[in-house]
Nanobody
Framework: VQLQASGGGVVQAGGSLRLSCAASGNIVSIYSMAWFRQAAGEQRGLIARILSDGSMDYADSVKGRFTISRDNAKNTVYLQMNDLKPEDTATYYC????????????????WGRGTLVTVSS
């Protein structure tokens, strides 16, 4: 199983970016898809998650500005980020909790490589 994230870049404060993360491989089912971020000198933290039933939750710092969504047919999760602020500058990681097939059915969490988002003031 591999996760391929994209969409990071440099944007001015108040701007928008859309991140995407596609999972590929012998995937049987996906339980949850999430985005974490890690700013310099800080720990990685959860900012948004979407479960298989479509329910979502967000960190308080991004509520009302970020929207997580998923395309089940493409095994892809998106993060629409609006009204970006300098404090949103971080490396963003996707995380997927899924069941896959490899000499039998297995369950594991996978991480994408991270995509850098820089918000200038």
């Amino acid at each position: 199983v591999q996760l391929q994230a994209s969409g990071g870049g440099v944007v001015q404060a108040g701007g928008s970016l859309r991140l995407s993360c596609a999972a590929s491989g012998n995937i049987v089912s996906i339980y949850s898809m999430a985005w974490f971020r890690q700013a310099a000198g800080e720990q990685r933290g959860l900012i948004a998650r979407i479960l298989s039933d479509g329910s979502m939750d967000y960190a308080d710092s991004v509520k009302g500005r970020f929207t997580i969504s998923r395309d089940n047919a493409k095994n892809t999760v998106y993060l629409q980020m609006n009204d970006l602020k300098p404090e949103d500058t971080a490396t963003y990681y996707c995380n997927v909790d899924l069941k896959y097939y490899y000499f039998g059915s297995r369950t594991a969490q996978f991480w994408g490589r991270g995509t850098l988002v820089t918000v200038s003031s």
